[in-house]
């Protein structure tokens, strides 16, 4: 079992920055592959960004690559995302969630969720 919380999100100018954490509790993050989806209102849950368990393998959406990066501390057991030159198209609420697999670009492989933080990106 592993439970997720996010936190870092906020307000921010477009062409600013913020970095999300997500701090998981359970012993086994560390086989994880954690994942960033966010889900703008009124449409789908995307894939944003994935990390491996052992940080070898990234990967990001076309959207956010180059600007976002996807990072993680296994020993605080937490997941970070930092996002570089916000738009007003990144407003979303974002989410990450853990995949007892791999890391995946696919939500429905996901098996826990955070509760999610609201990033608003004004122009």
């Known amino acids: ?9 906020g307000l921010v100018q477009a062409g600013g920055s913020l ?22 209102l009124g449409k789908e849950r995307e894939f944003v960004a994935a990390i491996s368990w052992n940080s070898i393998a990234t990967y990001y959406a ?37 995949n007892p697999e791999r890391a995946s670009r696919a939500k429905n492989e996901y098996t826990y969720w955070g509760q999610g933080t609201q990033v608003t990106v004004s122009s």
């Not at 079992?1 to 999100?9: A, H, I, K, T």
């Not at 954490?21 to 994942?35: I, K």
Request: aromatic share 12%.
């Open 62 to 98: 076309d959207s956010v690559k180059g600007r976002f990066t996807i990072s993680r501390d296994n020993a605080k057991r937490t997941v970070y995302l930092q996002m570089n030159s916000l738009k007003p198209e990144d407003t979303a609420v974002y989410y990450c969630a853990a």
């Open 19 to 40: 970095k999300l954490s997500c701090a998981a509790s359970g012993r086994t993050f560390g086989d994880y592959g954690m994942g960033w989806f966010r889900q703008p």
């Open 1 to 9: 079992q592993v439970q997720l919380v996010e936190s870092g999100g």
